[in-house]
Nanobody
């Protein structure tokens, strides 16, 4: 099985920055198809950043220009640099495969952006 552990969240003022990390372990073949999801209270998870099949990056319009996804295949880790944070970015952030089949969800990391 694959274990996913997210970290790096916290409380930040609007306009601030955070860098999230996702460590993958177990029977994962490649970190390439990974992406970042977020789930706000009362809402379903949404994909906000991911790698394409060719390794390029794709972003939801809500975070485009502010978030940057990156990866380290040696460490089997994926990162999300979050700049110019807005209160509406407040959510629990998760990493997982971009497409099905998904791995089991980790606990996520809470990001809270104050106004």
């Amino acid at each position: 099985q694959v274990q996913l552990v997210e970290s790096g969240g916290g409380l930040v003022q609007a306009g601030g920055s955070l860098r999230l990390s996702c460590a993958a372990s177990g029977s994962i073949f490649s970190i390439n198809p990974m992406g970042w999801y977020r789930q706000a209270p009362g809402k379903q998870r949404e994909l906000v950043a991911a790698f394409s099949a060719t390794g390029t990056t794709v972003y939801d319009d809500s975070v485009k220009g502010r978030f940057t996804i990156s990866r380290d295949n040696v460490k089997k880790a994926v990162y999300l640099q979050m700049n110019s944070l807005k209160p509406e970015d407040t959510a629990v952030y998760y990493c997982n495969r971009r497409t099905y089949p998904l791995f089991s969800w980790g606990q996520g990391t809470q990001v809270t952006v104050s106004s």
